[in-house]
């Protein structure tokens, strides 16, 4: 049962002549407690604080805030691994990315290395899948790229490792729903086929592809 009133006064002698007083005088008690926080005063001062009916204006405020449930984010943040490849901007879940490597030696595999599935190069000593996106999503070259495919970036996916060339790197982004578009009318049935959504991040639009559709049709190029 709350005893205490709501007009009750409170000595606050810490603000007069404790540590947090500005005038010159000082508690007796400072030489025992030190410290106001350690004084039995403070505490009972404390609990009279917490223990004091609330103001009938404060509890109806208080019981509309909580009858109103509790405010949910507006929008939910994801995070996308960003890339271009020729001159289009390209993004995937930061959840398959497992790193990005410079460039290696492709070892082609006769009778099997095609436009789409390249062969394999080594990462960290072993040999893993390789690919060329671009021909999977019929991406032409940029005459005006000097250095192409200068990154590989390999994706881990079921335990399985899948390598592919990059022309530049922009990193990871951080998106929210409000900063997807609708994929334009003018997308490829290829770009279409791979692509979920168009997230556009300081005024540049990048295709977000579903790894769940990508990585299964660059695999589906070894049969």
Same mark, same amino acid.
């Given at each position: 049962?709350?005893?205490?009133?709501?007009?009750?006064?409170?000595?606050?002698?810490?603000?007069?002549?404790?540590?947090?007083?500005?005038?010159?005088?000082?508690?007796?008690?400072?030489?025992?407690?030190?410290?106001? &926080?350690?004084?039995?005063?403070?505490?009972?001062?404390? #609990?009279?604080?917490?223990?004091?009916?609330?103001?009938?204006?404060?509890? #109806?405020?208080?019981?509309?805030?909580?009858?109103?449930?509790?405010?949910?984010?507006? &929008?939910?943040?994801? *995070?996308?691994?960003? +890339? #271009?490849? !020729?001159?289009?901007?390209?993004?995937?879940?930061?959840?398959?990315?497992?790193?990005?490597?410079?460039?290696?030696?492709?070892?082609?595999?006769?009778?099997?290395?095609?436009?789409? +599935?390249? !062969?394999?190069?080594?990462?960290?000593?072993?040999?893993?899948?390789?690919?060329?996106? *671009?021909?999977?999503?019929?991406?032409?070259?940029?005459?005006?790229?000097?250095?192409?495919?200068?990154?590989?970036?390999?994706?881990?996916?079921?335990? *399985?490792?899948?390598?592919?060339?990059?022309? *530049?790197?922009? !990193?990871?982004?951080?998106? &929210?729903?409000?900063?997807?578009?609708?994929?334009?009318?003018?997308?490829?049935?290829?770009?279409?086929? +791979?692509?979920?959504?168009?997230?556009?991040?300081?005024?540049?639009?990048? !295709?977000?592809?579903?790894?769940? #559709?990508? +990585?299964?049709?660059?695999?589906?190029?070894?049969?």
């Amino acid at each position: 049962m709350n005893s205490a009133k709501p007009d009750m006064e409170i000595d606050a002698c810490w603000k007069e002549k404790g540590v947090f007083s500005k005038e010159g005088t000082r508690c007796a008690q400072l030489a025992t407690y030190v410290h106001c &926080h350690n004084c039995p005063d403070f505490t009972r001062a404390a #609990r009279l604080l917490l223990d004091r009916e609330l103001d009938q204006a404060y509890r #109806r405020e208080l019981t509309r805030i909580v009858a109103s449930g509790i405010a949910k984010p507006h &929008h939910s943040r994801e *995070a996308a691994f960003a +890339f #271009r490849i !020729g001159r289009e901007w390209l993004s995937l879940p930061v959840g398959v990315l497992k790193e990005v490597i410079p460039s290696c030696p492709v070892h082609s595999i006769p009778h099997k290395s095609g436009d789409v +599935f390249l !062969g394999l190069v080594s990462i960290r000593g072993k040999l893993e899948l390789y690919f060329s996106l *671009a021909a999977q999503l019929r991406i032409p070259a940029d005459p005006q790229q000097d250095n192409p495919g200068r990154w590989t970036v390999v994706c881990e996916r079921e335990g *399985a490792l899948i390598s592919f060339s990059v022309d *530049a790197v922009r !990193g990871v982004l951080h998106y &929210h729903d409000g900063m997807l578009c609708p994929l334009p009318v003018t997308l490829s049935h290829a770009d279409r086929s +791979f692509c979920i959504t168009i997230v556009r991040h300081d005024d540049t639009d990048y !295709g977000l592809l579903d790894p769940e #559709r990508l +990585f299964p049709a660059l695999l589906e190029t070894l049969a």
